[in-house]
């Protein structure tokens, strides 16, 4: 399977755990592991990820809160397949 299927498939579990978990009233995941081609932590074979996201659940949370909650939704994700996390949460 191409990488590229790989990380699809890896954006659609990290879509449906947090949507699962945290009904977001929007969501954005970007693949950004092309950007990091031949990095150290790319050649373990996990991905790079954005996620741009509101939530009533993340609202009036400090961010480092607000990180602790998703990190938690995507523990299982974190173990297997994502290397490095990018976090914005919108109001």
Known sequence: MAI??????????IRQAIEQQLQ????E???ESHLH???A???????HFKIIISADKLDAKRPIEQ???IY?????????DI??????VRS
Do not use: F, Q, Y
């Not at 590229?4 to 579990?13: A, G, L, Y």
């Not at 977001?24 to 969501?27: A, C, D, K, V």
């Not at 932590?41 to 996990?46: E, I």
């Not at 938690?72 to 297997?80: C, D, F, N, Q, S």
């Open 4 to 13: 590229e299927d790989i990380n699809s498939t890896r954006v659609m579990s």
């Open 24 to 27: 977001p009233r929007h969501i």
């Open 29 to 31: 995941i970007v693949d």
């Open 37 to 39: 081609a031949g990095h």
């Open 41 to 47: 932590g790319a050649r373990d074979g996990k991905g």
């Open 67 to 69: 990180h602790k909650i």
């Open 72 to 80: 938690t939704v995507l523990k299982e994700l974190m173990l297997t």
């Open 83 to 88: 290397h490095a996390l990018s976090i914005e």
